[in-house]
């Protein structure tokens, strides 16, 4: 396992996606050696510039590695990285450390946690918060989980990456903190479409009426960061509606077994399945308001009032 208090090491990222394109070059720019390894090659070589080198597989990329990092879709792909005949288990990296800053189950991650530690290798789940622009910027929120000693040797690297970086229990803790994060954010961004949907129907400038809502008590990162998109109609993708119903559909997994009752959770997943279902899943979050559009008979840019 890598020293904690050492400066740089060499990183396997697997998973060069919005996210992964860059967290690795946050850590090749913090002097680590960076080798990364996507089923999209060009995903990799847009990353030369900054001395991200690529590798033609998996097990090319962790063999010498020092710690593993992985930002990959979902479950699957995470278990495939574990357990495949190019995964973790059969080629075991050099540093036997492993973090995994999917979202992902939390039961799978104890699994392959336990699964990996019976081989000799930790593993950390440090999901993050903050988006694109949070992983630009290297100020991403992790939440992390898994051993004390693994997280410490894990934190040089996560240091790069984000600012407030968090311990927050044994493995798959990071993944249950992540899942919570999830379940606010999604209501939130339901509860700005609520709020902007019920403010048109009054006529009201909905631009002022986002700018008075982030002075008070109602403002939030979603309000800030979404509400203009939404409110122009803006539907470029960040975090993809995709990718939130993914989480949701972790969340009610997860409450399922519990069991855990979250009626407002399943509501706001009804409507991301509304999005998906009218071809919105490639857009941002934002696009969650033309569900409201939908359900108020509107076409996007359609005036809306009350009757006289």
């Not at 010498?64 to 495939?80: F, G, H, K, N, R």
Request: glycine share 12%; aromatic share 4%.
């Amino acid at each position: 396992m890598t020293d904690s208090k050492s400066k740089a090491g060499r990183v396997a990222f697997v998973g060069i996606g919005v996210m992964g394109r860059e967290m690795a070059r946050n850590l090749a720019q913090a002097g680590h050696d960076v080798i990364a390894y996507d089923i999209v090659p060009g995903a990799v070589s847009a990353l030369a510039e900054y001395g991200v080198r690529a590798s033609a597989s998996i097990s090319g990329a962790v063999r010498q590695a020092d710690i593993v990092v992985s930002m990959l879709p979902d479950t699957p792909q995470v278990e495939m990285l574990v357990h495949g005949p190019d995964g973790l288990l059969a080629v075991p990296p050099k540093g036997r450390l492993f973090v995994d800053m999917s979202t992902i189950a939390p039961e799978a991650t104890r699994r392959m946690g336990e699964a990996l530690l019976a081989a000799g290798i930790d593993m950390v789940d440090a999901p993050v918060s903050g988006g694109p622009g949070g992983a630009r910027d290297a100020r991403l929120s992790i939440m992390a989980g898994g051993s004390v000693p693994a997280f410490e040797a894990a934190l040089p690297y996560l240091r790069a990456m984000g600012t407030t970086i968090n311990h927050v229990g044994g493995p798959g803790a990071g993944q249950a903190v992540k899942l919570c994060n999830q379940l606010v954010c999604a209501l939130n961004i339901q509860a700005i479409c609520e709020a902007l949907s019920l403010g048109r129907s009054f006529g009201i400038d909905l631009a002022q009426m986002r700018e008075v809502l982030k002075g008070g008590s109602a403002n939030s990162w979603m309000l800030d960061n979404l509400g203009g998109a939404m409110i122009e109609g803006d539907t470029s993708a960040g975090f993809r509606i995709d990718l939130m119903m993914k989480d949701l559909r972790l969340v009610l997994d997860a409450a399922r077994q519990g069991p855990v009752p979250l009626p407002a959770t399943a509501l706001v997943a009804a409507q991301y399945m509304e999005a998906q279902a009218h071809g919105e899943g490639a857009n941002g979050n934002q696009a969650l308001f033309r569900v409201y559009d939908r359900l108020a008979g509107l076409e996007r840019g359609q005036p809306a009032g009350r009757a006289a």
